[in-house]
């Protein structure tokens, strides 16, 4: 029989193409999630019956454990930008991953895997940072040969960082980012995926590892070449970090004066965050270790970016129609 791997968070961004990877590697694979019925598009990434979607709520002991029996490998997924109601950085990034670490001790479970961030930091100012590196101490604390992957920024088809600023920039001729000059090292989420599977299947991985891109560009940077493949021309704003705080700070209040409906643009722990590069740290284990070369925005950006192009799939060919002849 194929041996089993619960993912947690497995229908996210992230979880998603790890599950995938896992199905084809030959795995059964439980996606523990909290609405399962939204999570049905994963049954077709295996055979019938392969990939399952299971009703799962981390800040629930009982439903933690109850995914989990019969796992060889657990890989945790599940992390939150800014928090909504009970699922506070604490409950989901602290106690969540430190629950389901406790629990796969007490079963037994072989491998863990946490997805973590590069930045996780226990002294950080900013909740996220903080409560990542909370989580990554309960994990290690409970399964001391469990794999931590840090990746910085994550992108492909579904991320929330291109996809989100692309289409900004269909709002005016502005673009404002917070913290222009800090440097980030993009990974693509397929390969953040290699880099669960290799954790999940070799035994001679374990301990943390930091998963950036081929290339480290400021945010400043990244923006001009989102709009150079976008074919728009917009001034990058560089807005400043009081500014930001106060932004974050009436858009707070917004949100919660609406109920939710109007949604802030941007936290304080969002602000706290852009203060510091998110690159990997010298020194640090990475995909070379795992035996995995990572690859380069420039390959991946055009396939999923080209539908913010003033003509979308039809961009390409209007630009071509102006070189003919008349």
Known sequence: ???????????????????????????????????????????????????????????????????????????NCVGILAPSGKNTFDSIQSEGATRIARIAAQQGVAKMVQISAIGADANAESDYARTKAEGEAGV????????????????????????????????GPVLPVVGADTKFQPVYVEDVARAAEVAVTRDDVSGVYELGGPDVDTFRELMQQMLLLIRRRRMVLNMPFGVARAVAFFGSVGQTLSLG????????????NLRHDNVVSEGARGFAELGIEPIAMESVLPDYLWRFRPSGQYDAIKESAKNLRT
């Open 1 to 75: 029989m194929s041996k089993l791997v619960t993912i947690y968070g497995g229908s996210g961004f992230v979880g998603r193409y790890i599950a995938r990877r896992m199905a084809k590697a030959g795995w059964r694979v439980r996606v523990a999630v909290r609405r399962p019925h939204e999570a049905i598009f994963v049954k077709p990434y295996g055979v019938v019956g392969q990939v399952e979607p299971v009703l799962c709520n981390i800040r629930d002991e009982a439903s933690v454990a109850e995914v989990m029996v019969g796992a060889d490998a657990v890989i």
């Open 140 to 171: 290690l604390e409970h399964m001391p040969n469990a794999v931590i992957l840090r990746p910085s920024i994550v992108f492909g088809p579904e991320d929330e960082f291109f996809n989100r600023f692309a289409g900004m920039t269909r709002m």
């Open 261 to 272: 409906i109007v949604k802030a643009p941007i936290t304080a722990d969002q602000v706290a």
